[in-house]
């Protein structure tokens, strides 16, 4: 990092964290009880603070990480300052530590940045600095910044995992996924793809040898038609059912391996994925959550998406594929069909976006969800054409790992999308510097927009006295 550079991001990081402060402070003389999932992660951790650490609230469904991460955190702060009683421990104390989480995605975001496009020497280190400071303050994300949740420390953990397996460190990156898993169990999915990055890379390798022996240019191991993929996928089969290559992956990889072995046994012990309530979480196929997560990504990256040029060039492979698109037309309309699910919380609780969105958009006729489907498939193909840049095998394991954690959740709930539009967003290139101004000018707007009605526009529920905020 140049000198320049290096006093600029301290610059953004400093003001984005001072900022945040002042957002917090505002936040919590609004709401200074327990939120929505507060209610329960608040007094879990107030327990741990005491020593009670047997005691387990069973609506709590996700592992105990943040709990045992914010006593190891807080005990020792106040031991330090002196501080004693209510304080430590409070639902502020508590909140602040997604403070610090946030900072600590600021820069994580920006050295993933600058690994990734390390060899694009285009990037100026302003536009990385812009970068990483729009997706620290991804409104999904930066919401729960201020509320005691685990979105935070969860995305710490997987993209600190995420860049040491880019820096070949993979024991630490998989120590690293376990306290993300502690966070949140469905983050094993991101193990798996930090070992799928190094078969990738080697896949990849392999491949363009491949290529140099058969001296056929026709095939390229980036994008090609329907006919390219079909070799790459013969050739990945034969791959991986290679012993020597299997056991040459096994020792590249077996830091991942031992931690998914760990999550498959708590699988077993646990009798399920869910810990505590599992009677709200109950896995299907739910493969219109994919659609969904591109309407999300389309949402938020529509400066990357929705450009006249991608639609010209939508409409240019549209015209020269159309019985490949009808096909996935029709796949689509059958998955919508046959495979919606809608769940209890978002039919009841007026609290969240989803709820509106349902209402608006999807509840207005039966025939909304099928109508949507063009759009779907365009978002879908402007989606893996942004990652046009990467190995084929890269983009099928990142696939992979998006149906993996999108497609079992029965509840569409926007926070499950944080992790994949990072983990895309971090591997597409860059938009010019306008565009990045745009974007995060954008962002900016829509934070504004929700902590406004958050703060501002509270309402009451008829048969309750606690006022309620509109949130994510």
């Known amino acids: 990092m140049e000198r320049a550079e290096a006093y600029g991001f301290s610059g953004a990081m400093s003001g984005a964290f001072l900022l945040s402060c002042l957002l917090f402070a505002a936040v919590s003389r609004r709401q200074r009880g327990p939120y929505m999932d507060e209610v329960f992660h608040v007094p879990q951790a107030q327990a741990y603070c005491h020593g009670r650490f047997l005691q387990w609230d069973p609506m709590i469904t996700t592992l105990p990480g943040l709990y045992l991460l914010s006593v190891g955190v807080v005990k020792p702060a106040a031991w330090l300052l002196g501080w004693t009683g209510?304080?430590?421990?409070?639902?502020?104390?508590?909140?602040?530590?997604?403070?610090?989480?946030?900072?600590?995605?600021?820069y994580l975001l920006y050295l993933l940045l600058f690994k990734i496009h390390q060899k694009n020497k285009a990037v100026s280190g302003f536009q990385r600095i812009l970068l990483a400071l729009t997706l620290a303050i991804f409104p999904t994300l930066y919401f729960f910044t201020f509320l005691y949740y685990t979105d935070p420390g969860s995305v710490f953990?997987?993209?600190?995992?995420?860049?040491?397996?880019?820096?070949?460190?993979?024991?630490?990156?998989?120590?690293?996924?376990?306290?993300?898993?502690?966070?949140?169990?469905?983050?094993?999915?991101?193990?798996?793809?930090?070992?799928?990055?190094?078969?990738?890379?080697?896949?990849n390798e392999a491949w363009k040898i491949e290529l140099q022996k058969k001296k056929d240019e026709r095939i390229s191991s980036r994008k090609g038609s329907f006919s390219d993929l079909t070799r790459v996928l013969q050739f990945l089969v034969e791959y991986l059912l290679s012993p020597k290559n299997l056991v040459t992956l096994t020792a590249l990889t077996w830091p991942y391996i031992i931690l998914v072995s760990v999550f498959f046994g708590f699988v077993?012990?646990?009798?399920?994925?869910?810990?505590?309530?599992?009677?709200?979480?109950?896995?299907?196929?739910?493969?219109?959550?994919?659609?969904?997560?591109?309407?999300?990504?389309?949402?938020?990256?529509?400066?990357?998406?929705?450009?006249?040029?991608?639609?010209?060039?939508?409409?240019?492979s549209l015209r020269k594929h159309p019985v490949q698109y009808s096909?996935?037309?029709?796949?689509s309309l059958f998955l919508i069909w046959?495979?919606?699910?809608?769940?209890?919380?978002?039919?009841?609780?007026?609290?969240?976006?989803?709820?509106?969105?349902w209402r608006k958009?999807?509840?207005?006729?039966?025939?909304?969800?099928?109508?949507?489907?063009?759009?779907?498939?365009?978002a879908g193909w402007s989606f893996?054409?942004?990652?046009?840049?990467?190995?084929?095998?890269?983009?099928?394991?990142?696939?992979?790992?998006?149906?993996?954690?999108?497609?079992?959740?029965?509840l569409l709930e926007f926070r499950y999308f944080i992790l994949p539009f990072l983990i895309y967003r971090l591997n597409i290139p860059f938009l010019s510097l306008y565009r990045q101004l745009l974007e995060l000018a954008f962002y900016i707007l829509v934070n504004a927009v929700t902590f406004y009605l958050f703060l501002n526009r509270t309402f009451q529920w008829e048969n309750s006295d606690e006022v309620q905020r509109f949130m994510w």
């Open 86 to 106: 209510s304080v430590v421990c409070s639902v502020g104390m508590l909140r602040f530590i997604n403070l610090l989480f946030s900072a600590g995605n600021f």
């Open 157 to 203: 953990f997987t993209l600190f995992s995420y860049l040491m397996c880019l820096y070949g460190n993979h024991k630490t990156s998989a120590l690293l996924g376990f306290c993300g898993f502690m966070f949140r169990q469905t983050n094993i999915v991101w193990t798996v793809f930090c070992a799928g990055n190094v078969v990738a890379e080697k896949l």
């Open 268 to 316: 077993f012990i646990n009798g399920g994925i869910v810990v505590g309530d599992r009677s709200s979480h109950e896995a299907c196929l739910h493969f219109p959550q994919l659609f969904y997560f591109l309407s999300f990504t389309g949402f938020f990256s529509f400066l990357h998406l929705l450009t006249p040029a991608k639609i010209r060039k939508f409409l240019l």
């Open 327 to 331: 096909l996935i037309t029709v796949v």
């Open 338 to 357: 046959k495979f919606t699910y809608v769940h209890k919380y978002l039919l009841a609780d007026n609290r969240h976006y989803t709820f509106y969105v």
């Open 361 to 378: 958009v999807f509840q207005r006729h039966e025939l909304v969800k099928y109508l949507l489907v063009p759009f779907y498939v365009f």
């Open 384 to 410: 893996a054409d942004t990652l046009k840049s990467k190995s084929i095998f890269w983009i099928l394991m990142y696939f992979a790992c998006l149906l993996a954690v999108t497609v079992p959740q029965k």
